[in-house]
């Protein structure tokens, strides 16, 4: 009974560490680009802008930011390798892409994440990973980004369709 239970413990939690990296295949980042070509491409040309930082939930709530078609920021990570934006979401079911650093780590509380870090072949040179991003109602969404303790990063948000 207990090396059943051990074996269980262990494959929930490599499923659930495999689960949450969700890295596509190759077939998959071609097909992706193939279709989102108007999204991946808008996100080539967002520039982005120095962003101050909250280190916790608590400032992001003080910095709000409203998500109208697109948005771009430059941030620094805390010595934690944190940062959190509080997005502001005018519609319901908002679809967007976010585009970060290949090694950031995003998270959307109260959003689905449908498909994550994919390569934008449109502009290879920045080096931007996206990742899909579904909304169900208006309101308030708390991002939270981790990467490299300091490490500046690049984020940038389109809609996936107008």
């Known amino acids: 009974m207990k090396k059943t239970l051990?074996?269980?413990?262990?494959?929930a939690a490599s499923s659930s560490v495999m689960a949450a990296l969700q890295i596509p295949s190759e077939a998959e980042i071609k097909g992706?680009?193939?279709y989102f070509i108007a999204p991946?491409?808008?996100?080539c040309?967002?520039?982005?802008?120095?962003?101050?930082t909250a280190n916790t939930e608590e400032e992001a709530i003080?910095?709000?930011?409203?998500?109208?078609?697109?948005?771009?920021y430059s941030l620094t990570l805390n010595d934690k390798g944190q940062a959190y934006i509080q997005l502001a979401i005018k519609e319901w079911n908002e679809k967007m892409v976010f585009a970060t650093n290949p090694d950031v780590k995003l998270t959307i509380r109260g959003a689905d994440i449908k498909g994550q870090y994919i390569t934008?072949?449109?502009?290879?040179?920045?080096?931007l990973a996206l990742h899909h991003v579904n909304t169900h109602e208006w309101g308030s969404y708390l991002v939270e980004l981790h990467g490299q303790p300091n490490q500046i990063i690049s984020l940038r948000i389109v809609k996936e369709s107008e």
Request: glycine share 2%; aromatic share 8%; with cysteine.
């Open 40 to 43: 991946y491409k808008a996100t």
């Open 6 to 11: 051990s074996v269980l413990i262990t494959l």
């Open 32 to 34: 992706r680009n193939t």
């Open 120 to 127: 934008n072949q449109y502009c290879l040179e920045q080096n």
């Open 62 to 72: 003080q910095l709000e930011q409203i998500f109208d078609k697109s948005l771009g």
């Open 45 to 52: 040309d967002v520039k982005p802008i120095h962003q101050v």
